[in-house]
């Protein structure tokens, strides 16, 4: 079987490295401290998060994803399901039920999983007044054994048309709640500040940030490469630096290309820098679908800066030599172009420069595109 995980939360032995951070969270939770943790897609934030609160005692988490919420509505929605989760695990389940007959809450079994999941009626919605009392629902389960509340994706919350209001409203209601320790989770770094940096934001300094960095060559590649041993493979190690090359060392894109290098070699085989193509292909042909619809999305100005990006890299896009590989001939219409791509997420901005979201189809823009 393929050892390789992409895409989810890895934990346990599947965990690699991070022994300074995790001791760092739990010590933070074990205070009582609020905490942001920052840091790029498929880094490892949500997965350092888990590791950490299941080390403290999985009964903890209370876990809510707030990707692509739309709605206060939504938000209270997503923090429900989470408590009904965690009652599942640790059997208050029916009373919590009762708790919420109000949303009149409707229990089924999963057809594939068989897990029980609950639904809630959707034609009551609810509005900015049940933030605090959804809140409140976590003070009582607080009160039967600690939690530990974590918001990933937590930026998302700004696509609410009332976020300000939401923001406050959550806001006043943990400062009272001196005993649970918070833990927000975010990759959108401008969205992020906006929310904790900035003056005029309820959340102005409220909880200490923690940025997760890629994980070390070093770590990493004695970790993946046991991985290729107990499956009776040996990866070269110039082929695992150039993996690293290729993804940009985000730990979930060199895990992809693992698998995809794992899927086109064979037992006792030794990995060479020959396979790599072949595994580019393979993830090529995965992904082929979404590459083509982003083509569809741009015009040829646009796409001739995203080519001119994947072969010259992002950092000095508005140098003489940039434009001119480019094709343009003034700045302001890269910025258009890059603005553009910025909103579709293809790029994103880091510290100047820009990258590709995705860096297999950085890979594959020049060869195909
Ligand atoms: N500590 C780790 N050890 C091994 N793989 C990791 C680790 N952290 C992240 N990964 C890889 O990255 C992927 C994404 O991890 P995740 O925690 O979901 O990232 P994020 O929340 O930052 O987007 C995982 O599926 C895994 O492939
Ligand atoms: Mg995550």
Redesign the pocket.
């Known amino acids: 079987m393929n050892p ?7 934990s346990g032995k ?5 022994k300074t951070l995790l001791k760092q969270i739990i010590g933070y939770i074990e205070s009582s401290q609020h905490i942001v943790i920052l ?10 998060v ?2 950490a609160v299941i080390k403290c005692n999985e009964e903890r988490l209370l876990y809510v994803d707030l990707l692509g919420i739309k709605s206060i509505d939504a938000l209270c929605r997503r923090i429900l399901r989470a408590i009904v989760v965690l009652e599942q695990k640790t059997g208050w389940f029916d009373k919590i039920i009762k708790t919420l007959s109000y949303l009149r809450p409707t229990i089924s079994a999963d057809p594939i999983t068989s897990m029980p999941t609950v639904s809630f009626d959707a034609s009551v919605e609810m509005k900015a007044n049940s933030i605090p009392e959804v809140l409140t629902l976590i003070e009582s389960l607080d009160k039967k054994r600690p939690v530990v509340v974590v918001f ?1 994706e937590f930026q998302d919350i700004l696509n609410l048309e009332d976020s300000h209001e939401a923001l406050a409203i959550l806001r006043s209601k943990i400062q009272f709640q001196g005993d649970i320790p918070y833990i927000f ?1 975010g ?1 959108i770094r401008h969205k992020m500040d906006e929310i904790f940096t900035h003056h005029d934001s309820p959340f102005f300094k409220s909880a200490i940030p923690m940025t ?1 960095d890629p ?1 070390s060559y070093e770590e ?1 590649s004695e ?1 993946l490469k046991k991985k290729f041993i107990r499956g009776q493979r040996k990866i070269e190690d110039k082929v695992l630096e150039k993996v690293f090359e290729i993804a940009n060392n ?7 290309l693992c698998e995809a290098l794992w899927e086109v070699t064979l037992e006792k085989e030794i990995i060479g820098l020959d396979k790599l193509k072949n595994a580019l292909e393979l993830i090529f042909a995965r992904e082929q679908k979404s590459y083509e619809n982003y083509i569809n999305l741009l015009t040829n100005i646009q796409l001739r800066c995203l080519m001119a990006i994947a072969k010259e890299g992002g950092k000095s896009v508005f140098s003489i030599s940039f434009m001119k590989s480019a094709g343009f001939n003034n700045p302001s219409s890269v910025r258009r172009a890059i603005t553009r791509m910025l909103k579709l997420n293809i790029l994103f901005e880091i510290g100047g420069e820009f990258r590709f979201i995705n860096p297999f189809f950085r890979a594959w823009l020049p060869y195909k595109g």
């Open positions: 390789f995980k992409y895409g989810t939360i890895v599947d965990f690699c490295g991070r840091g790029e897609r498929r880094v490892g934030k949500s997965s350092a888990y590791e990933d989770v990759s997760v994980l990493f970790f985000i730990p979930g894109d060199i895990q992809q």
